[in-house]
């Protein structure tokens, strides 16, 4: 078989008792954690006219409120990400929709959740050193759209899975990065592909065929969008090694490359506070961000568009100073803080223009020696990969990743997300105040493994939803269809 045609015949075959008990419950935190965005999504006035152009996320035709699930789940950075991609603005959003029209239980819906995740999950990965990373692979949402709502539906025909997935790898999405940035192009950034993958479903169940080689193929998928193609991700341990494992859950707005940083700021917001009152921008001379190459790199692609209270959404919640003056400022960071009138507060533009980021070459090396969002792919291409990290990051990155070479991992039940920070305040005074975090709260590590339930309870809440509610997510797997239906419609509320 082809690796898509592997993939296909264990996505339609995988059943509930397949799933380890640990990845169910990480996947019933994905589903509450994915409803926490669409909601904050949805109250959002942009978002409003997003609902008002293609009508309520749950509709008489699932298909359509799949892509409107998928749109408002993604353009605050509130969506969940995994080695490797952005995943639950489709993996979760179109199960969402196929669940309630056609009246699924929970364990049924847990299931199609996680057969999305792995499938879009392994895809990603074996392109991710390219090109197109994070929300920009929407590739990711080609086949988390596919394999979410097949698997919904009941098709356990896996050529029929193979002829989706080709059509709609067929001709993959791109994102211009300026439409990304600065325009509300970046809410249809995870709907224009979901809804291509419905019309794959419809196009494979009425008997359109897709390449079933597509993907390894010289004039294929990989060879068109990875620099160093990585086949073997798509089906190396399945069953065995679950990217599910390597989620990471979106605490607050933002692009994750500045999670760590906001984190210091909130505990450092509380020591400033008790040492010197309220922080007064007048009184810093500086604040230094110490961090990685990730967010180095994400923030260059925004600061040409930052450019005051106007800049645009887009490449706002992927500019590291303005989130990190406003959580020294205020303790912490909502989805209000990206809208007027925060965002023409003085005191926040003043302390912003106080920011510097600079690279710490030992938290580079973490975040290649930590699974997501590429270590695991560095070492998974292993010298091959040297041309690509030259082209993200210039010699120095490939020093710094073989500094950290070891064999890939066999499973991810110990999967880290180390994307660290250091952030340091220094007053006129003299006096400086420093934290440090290497695994931000709620990324993939030991703590969220041991909490990521209570984290995703209390990111739900914070963002309007209902405490009862939130606390039934954990019994997702035990409802049926009429207790999912109630659920899913309160989540929603």
């Known amino acids: ?38 909601r ?22 699932a298909r359509q409120g799949a892509c409107v699930l998928a749109g408002l789940g993604s353009w605050l950075n509130l969506d969940d990400t995994a080695y490797a991609g952005h995943l639950s603005n489709s993996t979760v959003a179109v199960p969402l929709a196929f669940a309630h029209a056609r009246r699924l239980t929970g364990a049924e819906l847990l299931t199609a959740v996680v057969v999305a995740t792995e499938c879009a999950a392994r895809v990603t990965a074996a392109a991710t050193l390219g090109p ?34 080709g059509l709609a790898l067929a001709m993959p999405h791109r994102p211009l990065m300026r439409a990304f940035l600065a325009s509300d192009a970046r809410l249809l950034n995870a709907f224009a592909p979901v809804r291509a993958g419905m019309d794959a479903c419809d196009a494979a169940g009425a008997g359109l065929r897709g390449a079933p ?110 989130p ?6 205020t303790g912490g960071l909502t989805v209000a803080d990206f809208e007027r009138p925060a965002l023409s507060d003085p005191r926040r533009r003043e302390l912003s223009r106080l920011v510097r980021l600079a690279h710490d070459p030992a938290l580079s090396r973490q975040l290649f020696a930590s699974t997501a969002p590429f270590g695991a792919a560095v070492r998974r291409a292993g010298a091959a990969a040297e041309a690509w990290l030259l082209e993200f990051g210039g010699p120095e990155t490939v020093r710094l990743a073989l500094d950290t070479a070891r064999p890939p991992e066999t499973d991810f039940t ?59 997510a954990a019994g997702l797997g035990t409802m049926d269809a009429a207790r999912l239906r109630d659920w899913l419609e309160s989540a929603l509320r």
């Not at 904050?40 to 035709?61: I, M, N, S, Y």
């Open 1 to 38: 078989m082809t690796p898509l045609e592997e993939l296909s015949a264990w996505a339609a075959g995988l059943t509930y008792d397949d799933i380890p008990e640990r990845v169910r419950a990480l996947a019933a935190s994905q589903i509450l954690s994915q409803a926490a965005s669409i």
């Open 40 to 61: 904050a999504g949805a109250l959002h006035p942009l978002g409003a006219r997003l609902v008002a152009a293609f009508g309520e996320p749950f509709q008489t035709d």
């Open 132 to 165: 197109l990373r994070g929300q920009s692979a929407l590739h990711t949402h080609l086949v988390g759209a596919v394999c979410g709502r097949l698997r919904c539906e009941g098709v356990t025909d896996p050529a029929r899975w193979t002829d989706a997935l």
């Open 213 to 322: 080689d597509l993907l390894e193929h010289p004039d294929g998928f990989l060879a068109a969008l990875a620099a160093v193609p990585l086949p073997d991700e798509i089906t190396e341990g399945l069953g065995r090694r679950w990217h599910t494992d390597t989620l990471s859950f979106k605490m607050r707005p933002g692009g994750p490359g500045i999670d760590a940083a906001v984190d210091c700021a909130i505990d450092l917001h509380g020591e400033l506070r008790a040492a010197a009152g309220p922080l007064d921008p007048a009184a810093v001379s500086e604040v230094l961000v110490e961090t990685s190459l990730y967010t180095l790199y994400a923030g260059r692609r925004a600061d040409r568009y930052v450019n005051g209270p106007d800049a645009p959404l887009g490449a706002l919640v992927l500019h590291t100073p303005y």
């Open 324 to 329: 990190v003056a406003t959580a020294l400022l």
């Open 414 to 472: 110990a999967a880290t997300k180390a994307t660290g920070a250091r952030v340091t305040v220094r007053l006129h005074d003299g006096r400086a105040f420093t934290r440090e975090r290497l695994i931000p709260l709620g990324a993939a590590g030991p703590h969220t493994r041991a909490r990521h339930e209570e984290l995703v309870r209390e990111k739900y809440v914070s963002l309007g939803g209902d405490a009862g509610t939130a606390m039934d």
